[in-house]
């Protein structure tokens, strides 16, 4: 089964990386942007059918490995 | 108006990271992951309420700066 998990800044945190890209889309003529935040994606191939049972797997990599829940928030979609 | 900008690796290219990760979470005892594929997301915040307008400014984004449209793919989700 394909997942996906979105890993994103919690509001607040300072995205110097964000501000990068701002910076670099004005210098490259590209109007309208106002902000920007940037965050990591996951696709995750999960073996079983079971919805919930992937929910709970993947809510366990989140909380281990693939967001510092000190400052990022996870959203998981089965 | 807030967009959603996903970057992804296109099918057939090798993704380290995402191996890395695959390794990572079975030293830590996750199972039932059978692959990891990272990418980026950028929540952009756009000026203006015109929707189509907003996905011209990101696919140009895209384009010039968000993505290496030779190994990745992009999605615009307005």
Redesign the interface.
């Known amino acids: 089964m394909k997942a996906r998990v979105?890993v994103?800044l919690k509001n607040g945190v300072l995205d110097p990386q964000?501000k990068a890209?701002e910076g670099?889309?004005k210098s490259?003529g590209?109007?309208?942007?106002?902000?920007?935040?940037?965050?990591?994606?996951?696709?995750?191939?999960?073996?079983?059918a079971d919805a919930a049972?992937?929910k709970a797997?993947l809510t366990?990599?989140c909380e281990?490995?693939?967001a510092n829940t000190v400052i990022e928030n996870y959203q998981i979609d089965v």
Do not use: M, P, W, Y
Not at 31 to 48: A, H, I, M, N, Y
């Open positions: 979105v994103t964000g890209i670099a889309l490259l590209v109007e309208g942007v106002e902000s920007v935040r940037q965050g990591k994606v996951f696709d995750v191939e999960v073996t079983g049972a992937a797997q366990a990599a281990k490995l693939l």
